[in-house]
């Protein structure tokens, strides 16, 4: 099929719903800026643009390649994972940047795209029989454990977790059975008693700054100034919007600079300061109608690979809003994640482009199995 | 068979597939809509609260504290000014490690270790927001060096503040005070309190006018609500509310006239009032030794602190509204005065004086050792003959005594704006009683007689008391200019006009017939003849042995043994302007010390100015010109000082 026939085949509501929001963040970036184009929206608009027509190009190409090229992707995003260990820069204390000249590249991000499509890809091979066997089980596991404690050890323990639960989540779609989820849920929550426990002690196995976000996390008002700032600011933007907003760039909280990193990871904050209740529901309306039309497409596929893959890299983006969302609400602790092509940045604004460039790819060529 | 096991396997676990798929889009769904309720709860339910919060973030309440009012003379000399301080404040909570700037800000100004140790520790005390100044009086220099350094100064905020400031410090220290920083003391007795009391180290009156009327003084703050953004910087201005700034005081003293009083009281414990008889306008007021108000306007260290107040002459009290002294023979007139509205003598009526007085096996001595022999009440003023006055306040009782000397203004504080104002003491058999639990004896009433005993009054009563006698009328004291408008024509003291000519033609006597006790220092001009009368008051008992042996003289007493020196005057005597006492604690005789000092300050205020030698008998020009010129150098260096300043 000449390719460029095939892209009338590409499922254009969720197309256009990535634009829909890209626009809000737009709008917003705009907004934070002060009512200037410059230093956010218009690079946002750039890459944006750049990656929009990406995703026409990757959903050109067959879902059999994507396929195909599926270990070495997650062989690359491993390299990456370890290159970045070794060469990453460092920022904030973590290393989590890799400078590759063009763009800077955060890997734990790419790595997830990688993740799914390795699993995926190990699902769609593995015979149906095997998925509940201990040994095909412990496989994936470790695909995933491993470089999630690369990850951990940047440290970046947001993300590593972030990486585990749609790791978790691929091989509980893939038909693991229900019995290892449950075991595995059960430990995990003694994990979590166990790492508590651990606290103050010689073997302590986090660093104090997360026992102190998760104390944060827990009560904010309990340090106003220091570590609860973040949230109690972002909360009193967020109620203050109220059902219509302060109106476009007369949110206080944000015009102010009451709001910490309002042009990334707290944007959202913006977002309900300026636009109110209706801003907020109607941008997770979107998203959902996204996550929705994703499901459909998955549904309306034939192939296991296409259906892990666009069930996992959903899950991805789903992680993405929900947890920002939850984040700047003061629902999970602060960890650095990016509220979905609305915040400012180049990294995750790739990563979620190209994971759409593979939906679309698997929307595009549902039906040829294989 | 094994085939179709596998593709119902397959077919299972396709649909297991699906189940899964469509279960986690409803578990998404659900996590959606946890957050949409969320969100819902912030933004809709609990939306007021933030919006006030975000407010609260956002708006700032500044005051502007208002300038406080300035005292001025009553020629409109300023006396109390504000003066322009560059100061610097420290605001914690916009600094990140508040050490460590003010370590920076030691590296630009003079800030000692010490200091920065104590700012610390006020800033734990106190909530973040509030500013602590660090440090004031700067000069220009410092300050702008401290303006161009503040990006790297966090907190730090450059402020031009008003201080007070005592231009004829030490003159009128008594009457105006000082202000100083407000105390948590202060503050307990503010009710309800003024918000601009919260600005710290604002400063409130603490003595004299300064506290009294400082509530006109003070002003009422303005307020100034501006948009600060997280940092704590002032984006714009949002409002402004106009503050009004304090009233301004015009007292009623000459300055002329109280830099001189106070240069002629200069070394001794001793103070002085000058009335104007006609309005009762209080023209000086003097209190010696004096202090530097100044150094309480920024808080006073310790030590200067306990220097005052363990001076023996003690500084800081207004001894001519606090001092109560025993009146001594100045309440001759009183007493003089009960007897003639009574009838009980006539004016030629002669009383003979021995020496002493005999009561029972009491004797009572009259401060001339041989005795005054035959005398009229005139002579007895005029010569302040004791035994004259023994036999008079027996006649009279204690208690028709008493009544006079309230009459005459003894035994009341005045409604005056100034601090720690003594009432005097005007004793009465009932107090005695209850005080001592003992009768009153005659020997008291005696000893009241003569100004000695229980009786107390500090030099403004002697002072109003002197204006009383000389006008006939019930003068009242004011120290604010325009204070007792309605008091203009004060009303008649229902005192027999004889009896006042009597009294006054006795004080005239004092200084202008030769055996008057006060005739050296007499003045010659005609048109400004001075009538007056010595009181010497002991502090002492004198013992039988002692009298016997001779009265041991002042000189050689210790200075706390000493008697007190009084002397009170109006003049010119036939139209009488201007009313005066003089009291020199422990001065000895009132005659030979307060006299003369009486003199100088009545004859200053009568020539509008430093008096023309003329003025004096002959042979006493020569000492008192240098005294004269030696005063006059001493007022202008002092004004040449302040000019300077």
Redesign the interface.
């Known amino acids: 099929m000449n390719p460029f026939i095939k892209i009338i085949y590409i499922n254009w509501p969720l197309q256009i719903l990535i634009l829909a929001t890209a626009l809000f963040g737009f709008l917003m970036l705009y907004s934070v800026s002060g009512g200037s184009w410059e230093p956010w929206t218009k690079p946002q608009i750039n890459r944006f643009f750049i990656s929009f027509i990406l995703i026409f190009a990757m959903s050109a190409i067959s879902i059999s390649f994507w396929q195909k090229i599926s270990p070495f992707c997650y062989m690359l995003g491993v390299a990456l994972l370890i290159a970045v260990y070794f060469y990453g820069d460092t920022g904030m204390g973590a290393k989590r940047w890799l400078d590759l000249r063009i763009i800077k590249l955060q890997p734990s991000e790419a790595f997830k795209i990688s993740m799914v499509m390795i699993l995926a890809y190990y699902y769609h091979k593995l015979p149906v029989n095997k998925v509940s066997h201990p040994f095909y089980v412990l496989v994936p596991l470790l695909l995933i454990i491993i470089p999630a404690f690369i990850v951990f050890r940047q440290p970046d323990l947001g993300t590593a977790l972030v990486i585990i639960m749609i790791g978790i989540f691929v091989m509980f779609i893939a038909g693991v059975h229900f019995g290892y989820f449950l075991f595995g849920g059960l430990s995990f929550f003694t994990l979590l008693f166990i790492l508590f426990q651990s606290r103050g002690t010689d073997w302590q196995l986090l660093k104090d700054y997360h026992f102190r976000r998760i104390d944060t996390f827990l009560d904010p008002s309990a340090d106003p100034l220091g570590a609860g700032y973040h949230i109690t600011q972002s909360k009193i933007a967020l109620g203050s919007g109220g059902l219509f907003g302060r109106g476009y760039m007369q949110g206080s909280q944000s015009q102010l600079n009451f709001l910490p990193e309002k042009h990334t990871d707290f944007i959202f904050t913006t977002l309900a300061e300026e636009f109110g209740f209706f801003g907020t529901i109607g941008l997770l309306i979107i998203y959902s109608l996204i996550v929705a039309f994703c499901i459909f497409s998955a549904l309306a596929t034939t192939d296991k690979y296409s259906r892990l893959l666009i069930t996992g890299l959903c899950m991805t983006f789903f992680t993405y809003f929900s947890i920002n969302i939850a984040m700047v609400m003061g629902l999970l602790p602060v960890v650095g994640i990016p509220l979905p092509l609305v915040s400012y940045g180049g990294s995750s604004m790739i990563v979620i482009m190209l994971s759409f460039g593979l939906i679309q790819s698997a929307h595009v060529h549902k039906n040829i199995g294989f | 068979m094994s085939k179709f096991k596998?593709s119902t396997?397959?077919s299972k676990?396709i649909r297991?597939?699906?189940r899964?798929?469509?279960l986690?889009?409803l578990l998404?769904?659900s996590?959606?809509a946890l957050?949409?309720w969320?969100?819902?709860k912030?933004?809709?339910e609990?939306?007021e609260?933030?919006?006030l919060?975000?407010?609260a973030?956002?708006v700032n309440l500044r005051l502007i504290p208002p300038s406080r009012g300035l005292i001025f003379d009553r020629s409109g000399t300023p006396i109390a000014l504000n003066e322009q301080n560059y100061k610097v404040v420290f605001i914690r909570?916009q600094a990140g490690d508040p050490g460590k700037v003010l370590k920076r800000l030691a590296s630009i100004i003079e800030l000692e270790t010490k200091r920065q140790e104590k700012i610390l520790q006020d800033m734990i005390k106190r909530s973040?927001f509030i500013p602590i100044t660090v440090a004031e009086n700067l000069t220009w220099k410092d300050f702008a060096k401290i303006s161009v350094n503040l990006p790297s100064l966090p907190g730090i905020i450059p402020e031009v503040g008003l201080t007070r400031h005592y231009q004829e410090y030490e003159s009128y220290a008594h009457i105006v005070g000082y202000v100083g920083p407000i105390s948590d003391k202060d503050l307990e007795s503010e009710k309800p309190v003024d918000p601009v009391l919260q600005i710290p180290k604002f400063q409130i009156g603490k003595v004299g006018v300064e506290k009294k009327l400082e509530k006109h003084l003070r002003g009422r703050a303005g307020v100034s609500k501006v948009?600060?953004?997280?940092?704590g910087r002032v984006?714009r201005e949002l409002n402004r509310t106009q503050g009004k700034s304090g009233e301004n005081i015009h007292l009623t003293i000459a300055t002329n006239l109280q830099k001189f009083a106070s240069e002629r009281l200069k070394g001794m414990s001793a103070s002085s009032v000058l009335i104007d008889i006609k309005s009762g306008d209080i023209l000086s007021l003097v209190s010696t030794p004096s202090y530097n108000p100044n150094n309480f306007v920024l808080g006073i260290s310790q030590s200067d602190w306990n220097a005052l107040l363990n001076d023996e002459r003690k500084p800081l009290l207004n001894k001519a509204t606090s001092g109560a002294y025993p009146p001594g023979s100045t309440f001759k007139m009183v007493v003089a005065a009960a007897a003639l509205e009574l009838g009980l003598i006539g004016l030629n009526d002669k009383i003979f004086c021995a020496g002493f007085y005999e009561l029972g096996s009491r004797k009572f001595h009259c401060w001339l050792k041989g005795g005054h022999g035959k005398l009229t009440l005139q002579e007895a003023i005029q010569k302040s003959c004791d035994v004259y006055f023994y036999e008079v306040a027996r006649k009279v009782g204690v208690k028709r005594i008493g009544d006079m000397a309230r009459r005459l203004g003894l035994g009341q504080a005045y409604n005056l704006p100034l601090t720690g104002l003594s009432k005097g003491f005007v004793p009465t058999k009932k107090w005695k009683k209850e005080r001592f639990g003992t009768s009153w004896l005659v020997g008291d009433t005696l000893n009241v007689g003569i100004g000695q005993g229980f009786s107390l009054a500090t030099p403004l009563q002697l002072a109003v008391m002197t204006a009383r006698l000389a006008s006939g009328k019930e003068i009242t004291p004011n120290i604010i200019k325009n204070s007792n408008k309605n008091e203009e024509n004060p009303k008649a003291l229902s005192i027999k006009e004889n009896t006042l000519i009597a009294i006054r033609k006795g004080m005239f006597n004092v200084l202008n017939e030769k055996e008057g006790t006060a005739f050296n220092f007499r003045t010659t001009d005609e048109n400004f003849l001075i009538a007056g009368k010595t009181g010497t008051s002991q502090v002492r008992r004198i013992t039988r042995e002692e009298r016997e042996e001779g009265v041991i003289k002042n000189e050689d007493l210790p200075w706390k043994m000493r008697d007190h020196a009084l002397f009170t005057c109006f003049a010119p005597y036939k139209n009488p302007r201007y009313a005066l006492s003089v009291v020199v604690e422990h001065g000895g005789s009132g005659s030979k010390v307060a006299a003369p000092i009486a003199r100088d300050i009545m004859l200053y205020q009568l020539y509008g100015g430093i008096p023309p030698v003329t003025a004096y008998p002959e042979k006493q020009q020569l000492e008192v010109r240098n005294r004269l010129m030696d005063i006059e150098k001493k007022i202008n260096s002092r004004n040449n000082i302040n000019k300077n300043i």
């Open positions: 596998d396997l397959k676990l297991r597939v699906h899964r798929i469509v986690a889009g998404k769904a996590a959606v957050l949409g969320n969100i819902r912030l933004q809709i609990d939306s609260d933030y919006k919060l975000a407010d973030n956002r909570e973040s948009e600060v953004n997280a940092s984006m």
